[in-house]
């Protein structure tokens, strides 16, 4: 009997190691009191985020890498120069000047995410997954404060447990 039981938990270990590499990455998104609004799955690792600069006015494009359950601002794309943005690359980052944006390349932590989002609607405050694009105000209330953070959910997990 002995043997049995301790053969059922080896087969559960061995399954649920060979399972756990088949989970999916959701983007989660969540309101300022910390309650999920949206779970959304992210079929590549990366995701962007799109706003009006609070000071200058012009769109900014970011974009994350979702990697070990935290997220990572990989490039941010600036329409114009200005105050608030970034112009000085640290160590291991870039920066481009192209025909129409100015581009900054980086590798860092930015988990979570908290976006306050503008007091009045405006069609650019975007979360872009894949080839979807998701308004802001989706989410929550103009003035609020959103979250974002990323989650993996193992498909066996889910399943069994």
Not at 125 to 133: E, M, N, P, Q, R
Request: charged share 20%; net charge neutral; hydrophobic share 45%.
């Amino acid at each position: 009997m002995r043997l049995i039981v301790k053969i059922i938990i080896a087969c559960v270990l061995i399954i649920s190691v060979l399972f756990a590499s088949t989970g999916l990455t959701y983007i989660l998104v969540l309101e300022s009191e910390g309650n999920t609004v949206a779970e959304i799955p992210l079929s590549n690792s990366k995701f962007t985020l799109q706003y009006v600069h609070s000071l200058n006015r012009s769109v900014v494009k970011e974009t994350y890498q979702a990697k070990d359950n935290k997220l990572y601002l990989i490039e941010a794309e600036y329409d114009s120069f200005g105050s608030g943005n970034s112009w000085n690359a640290k160590e291991g980052d870039s920066f481009i000047i192209s025909d129409k944006s100015f581009i900054y390349k980086t590798f860092r932590e930015m988990n979570p995410l908290y976006i306050r989002i503008a007091t009045i609607k405006l069609p650019d405050y975007k979360l872009i997954i894949d080839t979807k694009s998701y308004s802001l105000y989706d989410f929550v209330k103009p003035g609020d404060l959103l979250i974002i953070s990323v989650s993996r959910k193992v498909l066996f997990y889910d399943i069994v447990f």
